[in-house]
């Protein structure tokens, strides 16, 4: 099922799908959130981080029968604090050229990860610009489940079947929790950012890949199953109808759940099984940019606000040219000079 040419510690095209994910949210940004699902691709990288997260842990669990959730932490600190840390630095000053104010409520919530319900009942800045820190929300759903699952994880991983229980409980039941927050409080109510930035209303996203991950690393049946075409084509057919669709109320609950499933049914044929699909998602440019997609994600939104100050009136073409090449110049910059160093330095630190 893998790639001939796939390095045998790491999924090309996973890689590509990460690029796919970022993609999508930078081109919707670029004025064609019209026509571009952006949401998608914060779908299709929650997902990701589940699987991967889900399956290296099953890895170190298989060698040693346990999690070492000390470095399982200081890994998540090199991988992503200091790149966070430039990043925050960067916005802050492009804020001060643009005479915003600099609100320390607003840092504190980047730092200590819940700028996800800062921006949900407060919101970053004064809605005149974009606010460059509040890119940061889906980091901070990231970390709460970071925050919980090394520790469920290492409680459960030899009880599989009692450990795919839960995260199924736990999907149904944020799928319940955003329809009674929908029959409760009404879409006219109900802001579109408290189910789109909530942890309560979006984890599930994240436990579709985590639940994947556990069926492929322990079910022989799985890789099977999920690897037959009929199971790629109903994932097309649900991957479509989630967009496609678009009724608020559909779009504000069930959209998330088909989602999942659909990337369950097409992650085998995307990432493991050699097709076009997946020579294209393991090739070099698409690797590349699955590689500087954390730093892609963080500074296309810094270029985006600044655009929105500086450029208001240029043409479309013009400021869609300037958002990609200047986001990539500095998600290059930040991948090889901070992203990797830092990464280097926190190997040495671990061993």
Request: with cysteine; aromatic share 16%.
């Given at each position: 099922?893998?790639?001939?040419?796939?390095?045998?510690?790491?999924?090309?095209?996973?890689?590509?799908?990460?690029?796919?994910?970022?993609?999508?949210?930078?081109?919707?940004?670029?004025?064609?959130?019209?026509?571009?699902?952006?949401?998608?691709?914060?779908?299709?990288?929650?997902?990701?981080?589940?699987?991967?997260?889900?399956r290296l842990m099953i890895v170190e669990w298989d060698a040693t029968t346990q999690i070492n959730i000390r470095q399982f932490y200081l890994?998540?600190?090199?991988?992503?604090?200091?790149?966070?840390?430039?990043?925050?630095?960067?916005?802050?000053?492009?804020?001060?050229?643009?005479?915003?104010?600099?609100?320390?409520?607003?840092?504190?919530?980047?730092?200590?990860?819940?700028?996800?319900?800062?921006?949900?009942?407060?919101?970053?800045?004064?809605?005149?610009?974009?606010?460059?820190?509040?890119?940061?929300?889906?980091?901070?759903?990231?970390?709460?489940?970071?925050?919980?699952?090394?520790?469920?994880?290492?409680?459960?991983?030899?009880?599989?079947?009692?450990?795919?229980?839960?995260?199924?409980?736990?999907?149904?039941?944020?799928?319940?929790?955003?329809?009674?927050?929908?029959?409760?409080?009404?879409?006219?109510?109900?802001?579109?950012?408290?189910?789109?930035?909530?942890?309560?209303?979006?984890?599930?996203?994240?436990?579709?890949?985590?639940?994947?991950?556990?069926?492929?690393?322990?079910?022989?049946?799985?890789?099977?199953?999920?690897?037959?075409?009929?199971?790629?084509?109903?994932?097309?057919?649900?991957?479509?109808?989630?967009?496609?669709?678009?009724?608020?109320?559909?779009?504000e609950s069930l959209r998330y759940s088909i989602q999942g499933i659909a990337l369950a049914c097409l992650f085998c044929h995307l990432v493991?099984?050699?097709?076009?699909?997946?020579?294209?998602?393991?090739?070099?440019?698409?690797?590349?940019?699955?590689?500087?997609?954390?730093?892609?994600?963080?500074?296309?939104?810094?270029?985006?606000?600044?655009?929105?100050?500086?450029?208001?009136?240029?043409?479309?073409?013009?400021?869609?040219?300037?958002?990609?090449?200047?986001?990539?110049?500095?998600?290059?910059?930040?991948?090889?000079?901070?992203?990797?160093?830092?990464?280097?330095?926190?190997?040495?630190?671990?061993?």
């Open positions: 099922m893998t790639h001939p040419h796939q390095h045998p510690n790491r999924l090309l095209a996973l890689d590509g799908l990460r690029a796919v994910s970022i993609l999508l949210v930078v081109i919707s940004h670029a004025w064609l959130g019209h026509i571009v699902p952006g949401g998608l691709g914060v779908t299709i990288f929650f997902f990701i981080s589940g699987f991967i997260i889900t890994r998540r600190f090199f991988r992503l604090m200091p790149a966070l840390i430039i990043y925050v630095v960067l916005s802050l000053l492009a804020m001060l050229a643009m005479g915003e104010a600099i609100k320390l409520i607003e840092l504190l919530s980047v730092f200590f990860y819940y700028a996800n319900y800062y921006a949900i009942y407060f919101g970053f800045g004064d809605d005149t610009l974009p606010a460059p820190l509040s890119i940061t929300w889906s980091l901070a759903i990231e970390e709460h489940f970071y925050l919980v699952f090394p520790f469920l994880f290492a409680a459960l991983a030899g009880k599989i079947t009692w450990f795919l229980r839960l995260i199924a409980g736990l999907i149904v039941a944020v799928f319940l929790w955003r329809l009674y927050l929908l029959t409760q409080f009404g879409l006219e109510q109900l802001a579109h950012d408290r189910i789109y930035k909530g942890t309560d209303t979006r984890l599930d996203s994240i436990l579709y890949g985590t639940g994947f991950s556990i069926l492929l690393a322990r079910y022989s049946w799985a890789n099977k199953f999920f690897s037959d075409r009929r199971v790629v084509v109903s994932g097309a057919l649900l991957m479509s109808l989630s967009l496609l669709v678009r009724n608020e109320i559909f779009r493991f099984i050699d097709n076009p699909v997946q020579r294209l998602l393991s090739s070099g440019p698409m690797i590349y940019i699955g590689k500087i997609s954390y730093s892609l994600y963080l500074y296309h939104y810094l270029i985006f606000t600044l655009i929105t100050a500086w450029m208001p009136d240029s043409a479309l073409w013009i400021r869609i040219a300037t958002l990609l090449i200047a986001s990539w110049i500095c998600a290059d910059l930040s991948y090889r000079y901070v992203e990797q160093y830092f990464a280097r330095i926190g190997r040495r630190f671990l061993h």
